[in-house]
């Protein structure tokens, strides 16, 4: 964000930056939560400037907008564990199966608390340097992200925070997704991460294949490469999912 509006505020209003927001996040009178902090490292003897006595009120738009009840009821703590931000960044492991269907379509990050907030509401402005190249690098094609070995991943996506994920961690996400809203199409693609190299992946492929073929009636077509994957797979945790993924399958068919 360019800060030089900041900077042209009435003195009154940079007396204290910011306050902090029942999502968590610093809030800009407005900007609300759509600014980077940075840190100046000085020797500089500084005052403190007086706390800025603004709150939320009464208003508790971003507890309402988490798709995972992330946020306290009466706001101020975010449980990381439920946050989609930290699972589909930060986490290297699995998603928890009980989380998964509420992440829609996201594979890093989410701001629907950050979307909710009306302190600043409708500044949607960006510094060049954090605008995605294209509308292909804003919103990739799913089945695309999972044809990505680790040199292709670091080719496509080095310098950018995405890489945070990993190139694991952004296939995993790219298979919830699918599984959420990917369409018959999509099939393929997902039966294809099935023999991933990654047994994280291999097990989210796995629930996105039940997923999408239980939304889709497509659970006998998708039967077959689950129980051959089954067959040949050899990692403990990604076994137990193509084990729950044909159990749902079962009971979406029988039911």
């Known amino acids: 964000m360019d800060y030089g509006p900041l900077l042209e505020r009435p003195q009154a209003e940079l007396a204290g930056l910011a306050w902090r927001g029942k999502s968590t996040m610093a809030l800009v009178p407005g900007f609300g ?11 500089l003897a500084l005052q403190p400037d007086e706390p800025l006595r ?61 979307d909710a907030c009306p302190v600043g509401a409708g500044r949607f402005e960006s510094h060049p340097d ?14 695309e992200l999972l044809s990505l070995d ?13 890489m945070r994920a990993k190139r694991d961690g952004l296939l995993r996400n790219a298979c919830v997704a699918l599984g959420n809203v990917g369409t018959p199409g ?11 190299r990654s047994p994280t992946v291999r097990g989210h492929a796995a629930w996105a294949v039940a997923a999408l073929a239980n939304r889709h009636g497509l659970t006998t077509i998708a039967r077959t490469p689950l129980e051959n994957a089954l067959v040949l797979e050899h990692d403990s945790a990604a076994r137990e999912e193509f084990v729950l993924a044909l159990a749902e399958l079962r009971r979406d068919t029988d039911g």
């Open 150 to 162: 680790d040199a292709a991943f670091t080719e496509r996506f080095r310098g950018r925070a995405i």
């Open 54 to 114: 603004k709150s939320c009120g009464s208003c508790t738009r971003c507890i309402a907008a988490c798709p995972t009840g992330a946020i306290a009821a009466d706001g101020h703590v975010v449980d990381s564990r439920l946050c989609i931000s930290y699972q589909t960044i930060e986490n290297r492991g699995p998603i928890p199966r009980e989380l998964r269907s509420k992440f829609g379509a996201r594979v890093f990050g989410c701001d629907d608390c950050l």
């Open 130 to 143: 954090f605008l995605p190249a294209s509308p292909e690098d804003a919103a990739p094609r799913l089945t």
């Open 186 to 196: 999509d099939l393929d693609a997902l039966t294809g991460a099935l023999t991933d």
């Open 33 to 43: 939560p759509w600014v980077m902090l940075g840190v100046v490292a000085t020797t």
